[in-house]
């Protein structure tokens, strides 16, 4: 039976969906939040986008890891195409509007 780490390593691999927008710290400070909609908790945050989906990478193997470990499944990802494996936003006037500028819109 493979490591429990190794089979998570493996699992978060996959071609999850990833989003990335930017928010404000609680101190007011501009940061980037990333997330897996797939996964559902799986959030992580940075100073730019590229240390936001970073730190997500990180954040989706321990995720996994621990749905594993407790016996659970894990979410299979998306289709994505090779060519856009990540969606990229930035709040404006427009998505302020429509999504409040939070990522609740991508959870059921």
Known sequence: MPDLREQAQR???R????VVFSDKSTEGEP???ALNP????CV???DTVAEARHNLDDARVDFIYFLLEDG???PEPQFLSPENPFVLTFPT?????VYNNKPDYLWA
């Open 31 to 33: 940061l980037y939040v």
């Open 44 to 46: 992580s945050q940075g």
């Open 93 to 97: 006037s427009e998505t302020t509007s």
């Open 72 to 74: 659970l499944s894990v």
């Open 15 to 18: 071609p999850y969906r990833s």
């Open 11 to 13: 699992l978060a691999n």
């Open 38 to 41: 797939e996964l559902e908790g």
